[in-house]
DNA sequence: CGCAATATTGACCATCATCAATTGGCGTGG
DNA sequence: CCACGCCAATTGATGATGGTCAATATTGCG
């Protein structure tokens, strides 16, 4: 873990644009955003941001790369709860709930801007209505939960990988990192099993079905959607749940 | 629906115990609670409170019953995400989401404390701290989501039945509604089964198997747990994730 | 008493897990 | 520059958890 240089403006714009994406930002808001204190600091991939059990001091953003949240169960079973891209925060909730109740790791070299919990709390008390809109994204981040328990729950394997590659898409696009479809994701086959509730066999069985039937093709590092409308048949992918007040077909 | 009596001192006082069970509540705070205004009104079983696509103008507090998140599939599949108890507001989150992405209903007669927004909006912005208890309540829903996403997805379905008996426990505990284990839990073996993946016939040949090895009893109205250590070890419950401020073993 | 919903049980089956082996990609060091 | 090593991807064979279908028993209630 290094020091590194401040925060680009295209990385704080990042926060501000996935922020807009969910919900209307004054011009005074942007600029305490943009003057937020932080500490920059790369992690290479595999690091881990916060583990269970720890009592954090500071909420972590992410300017570029990937970053996951899980927990670990014995036998070594894994749950990945959730992705994160740049401009979220994956650890906000450690604001109200002190002890984390599950690890956070980066799934990708990423830079992160750590902020202090005091600075967070200043810029909601001065601006209630940024407050309000974070605890938007934690609700959105709650609904997407759901969402995934009603994939594992109740969607086939299929269904479920197909949901997920509409999601992400969807995701990058608030925040300007997808190109037509296709987009950088840097997670392994067992990772996405850990995040399905899937083995890596069937993982990968299903991702070349997904290919052979030209829905979607993908690797190690990115996704390319071929047949948007079929993907989000399979899959029962409705939007809705991720709240997003811009438009939500790319 | 009908229009029913004011809530009583004990249906007030569950709000405020299952806040004081999470976070501190002061003095002022409390008198502002218990002079919130609400219209009651006494829902039976299996009905609606808020259906997905809707979008509610008030928030609604259990006073007594219980309820349920779920979102319906196609080809009758359903999901429940969450399961409610007297000093629960189950549908919170649309003071920030204005959409329903996901319905809310009784699981047994209810009387139903609703609440003007605007009433919730004044209430926080007077009481900011109440405001982030508030937050930290929907955190905590969230943290429920993650642990019921490890079930489902990397756990066997006995630990998974395990795994709900012990906290509904806790959670009945917090609002002084168990006794010695034992506590009134409304719910079909079907309900059950959609809240952890499961089909009927399956949570029925689990719930013998606990019975027989004397673990826990369950019918369609309660549950009476036989041995706590042991259901807690082989549902591999660890309380953490409620993030219960008291104690959290009845 | 009789319906309707729920619980229960049996027989059979499918999705997905497990186990095991092989291949491919890629960075590192000799 | 190539061999080695490591991790991820891939594939095959086999098996088990849990699903499906269907019939019967119970229970609650009007």
Redesign the interface.
């Known amino acids: 873990m290094r020091s590194a240089a401040p925060p680009s403006r295209s990385e704080r714009d990042r926060l501000v644009r996935k922020l807009e994406s969910i919900g209307d930002v004054s011009a005074d808001e942007k600029t305490a955003i943009n003057e937020l204190p932080m500490q920059v600091r790369t992690l290479a991939d595999g690091e881990d941001i916060a583990v269970e059990?720890e009592r954090p001091s500071q909420c972590c953003l992410i300017l570029t790369g990937f970053v996951c949240?899980y927990?670990l169960?014995?036998e070594g079973?894994?749950?990945i709860?959730s992705f994160h891209t740049p401009g979220d925060f994956p650890d906000l909730?450690s604001l109200?709930?002190k002890?984390m109740?599950?690890s956070v790791a980066t799934l990708a070299e990423s830079r992160l801007g750590f902020i202090e919990h005091t600075y967070m709390r200043e810029l909601i008390?001065c601006f209630?209505d940024l407050?309000?809109l974070l605890?938007?994204d934690?609700?959105?981040?709650?609904?997407i939960?759901?969402?995934?328990?009603?994939g594992?729950?109740?969607?086939t394997a299929h269904q479920r990988i197909a949901h997920l590659l509409c999601e992400m898409a969807l995701r990058f696009e608030a925040v300007g990192l997808t190109h037509d479809h296709n987009y950088q994701f840097p997670i392994t086959q067992a990772e996405m099993g850990d995040a399905?509730?899937l083995t890596v066999v069937h993982v990968n069985r299903i991702l070349r079905s997904l290919r052979e039937e030209q829905l979607a093709i993908s690797n190690r590092t990115s996704v390319r959607i071929l047949d948007w409308e079929g993907l989000k048949g399979l899959g029962?992918f409705d939007p809705?749940?991720l709240?997003q007040t811009k438009g939500t077909s790319p």
Not at 152 to 155: L, M, S
């Open positions: 059990g949240r927990k169960l014995p079973r894994r749950q709860f909730q109200h709930l002890t109740d599950h008390r209630p407050g309000s605890w938007r934690t609700l959105i981040d709650a609904a939960f759901r969402e995934w328990m009603v594992i729950g109740r969607r399905l509730g029962e809705t749940y709240h």
